[in-house]
């Protein structure tokens, strides 16, 4: 935990830039939330520039809830211009098998594009390995028989990329290594946004570490965490106010919040190879 709990500091202390090519609905709140934790955002869209600012930042974010043709090949050129420059990416196929377009698209963001860190539930994960899973609009339906450790396992495996599966408790592997995060409030499923914020703050965590295992755990505990201590000053209040009290608890939140709430364990679908994180 005292890893984790110093790499809370280091991003406040680099200030890494986050180059997010997210969807309409929850730019704002991506960009404030980054803001509160201590990153800089940057939301550039357009093909005339998207490929430079990536090519500068600490880590670039590409998040397809809002799909459009022009939009997915702008994510191609950031992130082929992320890839050679060294720049960690991270994808969230969000909504992936909701429709034969949305899973197409992020079977092809995956083809062309290194993808350093995939992040979504169960279902969109699955739906980007080519297993089927519930999908209702742009939410994951009921994971079923999906055992979500192994899920991860393979994915990684396959797709030759670390893997976050957030739900109930979040999954982080590598396909040889993993862990598994109890962090994290139900709030956190009524406020729209809550988890292509957790991908872009994975993002923060991964401009400013190399080892994709550490940086993952990181923010998801960080982010977890917030969301509890949010929960218990004003989950009585309605999501609205949680929402509020979110972007106040990611800046709030101490190395101390960490050490004291922090819950990582190993995960059991992969041998594992080190120690908790520390």
Known sequence: MNQIAGLLERVREINPLVHNMTNVVVTNFTANGLLALGASPVMAYAREEAADIARIAGAVVLNMGTLDEELVENMILAGR???EHGVPVLFDPVGAGATPYRTASARRIMAEVKVDLLRGNAAEIAQVLGQEAAIKGVDAGASGNLDVEELAVRAARELHTAVVITGREDVITDGLNGW?????HP?????TGAGC???????AFAAVEADRLA????ALVVYGTAAELAAERKGHEGPGSFQMELLNMLMAVSPDDVLQYGRVRPLKAVQQTGGEPQ
């Open 187 to 191: 709030l956190l499923t009524r406020v």
């Open 81 to 83: 211009s992320a890839n």
């Open 197 to 203: 914020l957790l991908t872009s703050v994975l993002g």
């Open 180 to 184: 598994m995060v109890g962090n994290g």
């Open 215 to 218: 940086a993952g755990a990181a």
